[in-house]
């Protein structure tokens, strides 16, 4: 199964370092492959993804902003916990924003995007009913909802979500393995590209609304 780049190659390698470092920091950060409560080395870290030091640690401190880390005199930076009982206050930001975000999209979204949001539909169809990764698929999901943010148009509406969708990614990831089926909740998808590259924003809104509060209800029962 072909995983959909959370970042696109050529956005990559238009980034300044900083920025590519705590891209691939924070996204570490979200998929939990830098585990809740884990220390922060900025040099082994540094090492690991081929920067210099000090991007690395710019990137830290604005992790910092984004509550993936925290710093404690004399002790060091951890990447912080994942607190459970974040989830209704997301939820909450989500539920009203998501739908405005789908809804900008189907009405701003330029003729490229749509070629792009059709793509996404129809590799997301293809998903087969195969086993696969739960957190691989957990990337569609990142994928897929940054595609809309940056469809939508509004640069503070997308900062805003991406930094809350960061933060429900890492409660997702930590009870992925308790969740029956992932690919079905990914799959949701699908309608929602479709109704955004249709211009369709009443569906479109309807049907991000729907997908968030079916991803706090699906969390909730498996706690």
């Known amino acids: ?35 809740p409560g884990e220390p922060i080395n900025d040099g082994q870290l540094a090492a690991e993804l081929g920067f210099g030091r000090t991007p690395v640690r710019e990137a830290i ?10 710093s404690y005199p004399r002790r060091g930076t951890f990447a912080t916990v994942v607190d459970i009982t974040e989830l209704a206050d997301v939820s909450d930001i989500r539920e009203l924003l998501e739908p405005l975000a789908a809804r900008r999209a189907a009405v701003n979204a330029s003729a490229d995007m749509r070629a792009e949001l059709r793509q996404v539909a129809r590799a997301l169809a293809a998903l087969d009913d195969r086993p696969a990764d739960k ?10 909802h940054r595609l809309i943010y940056r469809a ?3 640069p503070h509406l997308e900062d805003t979500l991406i ?12 009870v992925v393995d308790k969740v029956p089926s992932v690919a079905s909740h990914i799959t949701e998808h699908v309608r929602l590209l479709e109704a955004v590259a249709d211009g369709d924003a009443e569906l479109a809104a309807k049907l991000a609304f729907e997908h968030v509060s079916s991803f706090e209800k699906t969390v909730r029962q498996v706690l």
Do not use: F
């Open 163 to 174: 930094r809350h969708d960061n933060l429900a990614t890492r409660i997702w990831c930590l």
């Open 135 to 144: 957190r691989e698929l957990m990337r569609y999901d990142l994928a897929v």
């Open 61 to 70: 401190k604005r992790l910092e902003g984004d509550h993936l880390v925290v």
């Open 1 to 35: 199964m072909s995983v959909l780049p959370v970042v696109s190659p050529a956005e990559d390698d238009a980034l300044s370092q900083a920025e590519s470092a705590y891209r691939q920091l924070r996204d570490k950060l979200i998929m939990l492959d830098i585990r």
């Open 152 to 154: 939508a148009g509004n």
